[in-house]
């Protein structure tokens, strides 16, 4: 090489005659060329020979990982690399080859710093605008905000479903805009308009029906009655197996589209119930067979037939629509077709009291014991009433002075629609902007239409412009950070599912969205009504609720278990995580609690003390209960179960995405599924089998980190319930469940309660992990190492907080993560 003594490259510049800095980085390349990355080296010496051409643990091979760190294509898989390191866990401690701790600190700098430069690399490479589209949720609630209507975008024919990401139904990349997706906004608009406009105001009504308008034919029944010696009120009385549609609101007479909105129903009601059943359960909805409806509306009459109660609810209707009423029980008796009670009643569906027996008809099947105790589940109902559609004055309000005057000028209707365009848009707009929808009022006025006809068409191009149907961030300009209107709209669809309030945006106007100003926004925004949509959304995505009844249980095996059941179970995760955040509990007890939130048919189910009244309460948990926390619920053990028997690898994955924000690797296509035992082989448990499974050197890795977490849970069958022994086919007694473990990092546990405090001694990595969750709710996208440094941040701020939830999503919308584009 030519070089001095002093290893200076003179000579080379001497002798060639060329630039300085031309042989300096001919002299550096040839020096690359014989000399060994230390990055590289490191990686072929300790990680190839399992994770390369020859072996692929957990499914990575880091030979083909991406060295071009400023794409960022696998930055995720780079920063579990170091995580595994830090950890110990890579390379594996039974490996005789291991790294020393100099070798270590210098593999992870190295990589370190290549990955900060990979970030700062695509953050001045971003795309100057990025667009988010909203949720079928997200739209219904903003319509409703925007206009006071309500629009149900998931009937039939309305807004396409959305596309799920490990449950969350709101991730930018997934929801793309196809062309069927457009002509069906344009619909929606319609829809949206014609109830915010309609051609003639519609007025509420209000009908009640008592038991005797409801089923004595026409016939005066005074008379009838005294023949058969009735002295008590008369009733309507429903039974198992019966759908009637004469509780309707058909009554309000004639409806249509203009008569869809909301509706108030109230009903007198009590309950006859058979001694050790579950609560007496009414079943609201459209009729899906001769015995059941859709569960529009489901609640349990708890109240007695000596004292009966009114019992309120709200529903929206899309009009015409009729609702038909079905009582559910599982009892056994209950299961025979409502036919064989057709004639119990000797006078169509008219019944008083359980002590007077002149309606009853003798030759039928009888309904009460001899102490007047019922045989099966019944309602009876004195009255109902139904009064709609009704509109608040605060709905009203939002569509006050959203029409120009009949002789208003173009400015002066453009003022009108830049109004209306700053609330739809949630940002300062233009009046340039609005060209295009203003033009198309002057063709519709010079063809003959009305300003209100001409105005509509206006409107109808802000509802379907990109910049209400997206959150659109960003501007021709590259920038970093989002403005005060964006991030305004970013904390609204975060907390509330929908635009701002008029508050924030006036907030955002007046450049108020920082500091104190910011903190003062976010409080009362968590304290507002509306914080009930970010409970209801955030926890049914976190927890994948949306698999609650995907495979639903065999009903000869668990004949305990019925829709409404399932109904219940799907809403006691939602209604404990309400429970945690209004009170701003620690989110240790996601994991494990001494209580729950239970109905009346929950409470049946997990053998609790039942709760007095409708709806969800709060109940104390004892350790004979097996229950509390998350991880013991009906929802997610029967999610993760397969309808005949439970899963454990189901469970494992769930567990590894939900609480600790892990998403396993996909089994490998050429794996055999487990087989079911013959009908002469020996019983043995899923775990003995799954052991075996795991024998396979293709799958043992991975099985390794997912059983324990499944295993845990083998304690509890495909519905939820409690058991020692697992029922199993074969030859022999049932064997004995094994609910013991080893976790990934070599802790040992015992059973169920062992497992959960294991998780609570590091609970640290739920912490992060939940409030990445949060965060991939809160930005609409998945997280990646560029992320890091912002939510270690946040984590450190609840853990100051001690891990209070209402804290952690204050912290989550305050941090600097949510401010950056």
């Known amino acids: 090489m030519c070089v001095s003594k002093d290893n200076s490259i003179r000579p080379i510049v001497t002798r060639l005659k060329l630039p300085y800095f031309l042989c300096f980085f001919l002299f550096m390349s040839i020096s690359v060329i014989g000399a060994e990355d230390p990055f590289e080296a490191f990686l072929g010496k300790y990680c190839i020979d399992c994770h390369g051409p020859d072996k692929e643990k ?27 390191i830090n950890t110990g866990d890579m390379p594996p401690k039974k490996k005789k080859k ?28 971003r795309p100057a605008v990025a667009h988010y589209r909203l949720s079928r949720q997200e739209y219904q609630n903003t319509v409703y905000d925007l206009l006071g209507v309500r629009y149900d975008p998931t009937k039939p024919g309305q807004l396409n479903e959305d596309t799920l990401w490990h449950g969350y139904e709101r991730i930018g990349s997934e929801l793309s805009l196809s062309p069927s997706h457009i002509s069906r ?60 549609s004469a509780l309707s609101a058909h009554w309000l007479g004639k409806t ?95 019944f008083t009291h359980t002590s007077e027996t002149g309606l009853l008809n003798p030759s039928a099947p009888q309904m009460f014991d001899d102490k007047g105790n019922g045989i099966f589940s019944t309602v009876l109902i004195d009255y109902i009433e139904w009064e709609g559609p009704l509109e608040t004055n605060a709905e009203k309000s939002r569509r006050s002075g959203l029409i120009p005057p009949d002789k208003a000028n173009d400015e002066e209707v453009g003022k009108y629609l830049k109004r209306f365009a700053e609330k739809a848009w949630r940002r300062q707009v233009k009046v340039e902007e609005l060209k295009t929808y203003i033009d198309s009022y002057r063709s519709e006025r010079e063809a003959g239409e009305k300003t209100a006809d001409a105005y509509r068409v206006a409107l109808q191009g802000v509802l379907t412009s990109r910049h209400f149907i997206y959150l659109v961030e960003g501007d021709p300009d590259v920038r970093g950070h989002l403005n005060d209107s964006e991030l305004a709209s970013r904390l609204s669809y975060f907390l509330w599912s929908s635009m701002p309030d008029e508050a924030l945006l006036d907030a955002a106007k007046n450049g108020s969205l920082n500091g104190d100003g910011l903190k003062k926004e976010i409080d009362r925004m968590l304290t507002d009504s509306k914080i009930d949509r970010f409970i209801n959304d955030f926890s049914r995505q976190w927890l994948q609720l949306h698999k609650v009844g995907m495979f639903p249980p065999n009903k000869s095996i668990y004949k305990n278990y019925d829709a409404w059941l399932e109904t219940s179970m799907k809403y006691e995760p939602v209604e404990f995580f309400r429970e945690i955040l209004k009170n701003n509990m620690p989110i240790d007890n996601f994991i494990e609690s001494n209580w729950t939130m239970v109905n009346a048919r929950l409470s049946n189910f997990y053998g609790l003390t039942e709760p007095t009244g409708a709806g969800y309460h709060r109940i104390s948990l004892k350790p004979e209960h097996k229950r509390g926390g998350l991880l013991t619920m009906g929802a997610v053990l029967g999610m993760t179960s397969d309808g005949t028997r439970h899963r454990p690898v189901h469970r494992g994955v769930w567990l590894s995405e939900a609480i600790f924000n892990k998403t396993p690797p996909p089994p490998p296509a050429n794996v055999d599924p487990i087989e ?57 007694k049932d064997p004995k469940v094994n609910s013991s473990g080893t976790m990934p990092d070599g802790r040992v546990f015992k059973d169920p309660r062992q497992f959960k405090q294991l998780i609570l001694e590091d609970k640290d990595n739920f912490l992060k992990a939940f409030i990445e969750h949060l965060s991939t709710y809160a930005l609409r996208r998945v997280l990646t190492w560029d992320d890091k440094e912002n939510l270690q941040a946040i984590v450190d701020e609840a853990k100051n907080n001690q891990y209070g939830l209402k804290d952690i999503v204050r912290a989550v919308a305050q941090s600097k993560l949510i401010q950056k584009r």
């Open 98 to 125: 291991r790294p020393s701790k100099d070798e270590i600190a210098d593999f992870v700098a190295s990589l370190d710093s290549r990955l900060k430069a990979g970030k700062a690399a695509r953050m001045a490479a």
């Open 256 to 350: 249509g589209p203009q008569h869809s909105g909301l509706y108030k129903v109230r009903m007198k009601a009590s309950g006859i119930r058979p001694k050790g059943s579950q609560p007496v359960h009414l079943s609201i909805g459209k009729k899906t067979s001769e015995s059941t409806v859709d569960g529009l509306i489901e609640f349990d009459i708890t109240a007695t037939e000596d004292k009966p109660e009114v019992y309120e609810f709200e529903v929206f209707l899309e009009m015409p629509s009729y609702l038909h009423f079905s009582v559910v029980s599982t009892k056994d008796v209950d299961r025979r077709s409502g036919g064989a009670y057709r004639h119990a009643l000797g006078n169509s569906y008219l």
């Open 676 to 732: 079911p035992t013959p009908p002469k082989g020996n019983k043995i448990t899923i775990r003995q089998k799954l052991e075996q499974h795991a024998k396979d050197a293709n799958c043992a890795s991975c099985h390794a980190k997912i059983d324990p977490l499944g295993f845990a849970w083998d304690n509890y069958d495909a519905i939820g319930q409690w058991r020692t022994h697992e029922k199993t086919a074969g030859v022999g």
């Open 58 to 84: 957990g499914d990575l091979r880091i030979d083909t990982l991406s060295r071009e760190f400023n794409t960022g294509i696998d930055s995720q898989h780079w920063s579990e690399v170091i995580e595994q």
């Open 185 to 244: 906004y344009y619909n929606a608009a319609d829809i949206v308009l014609d109830r915010a406009l309609p051609a003639k105001a519609v007025e509420a009504r209000k009908v009640r029906k008592t038991a005797a308008d409801l089923g004595y034919r026409g016939k005066d029944h005074k008379e009838a009655l005294k023949r058969f010696g009735i002295k008590r009120p008369l009733r309507y009385l429903l039974f198992p197996g019966s759908v009637k």
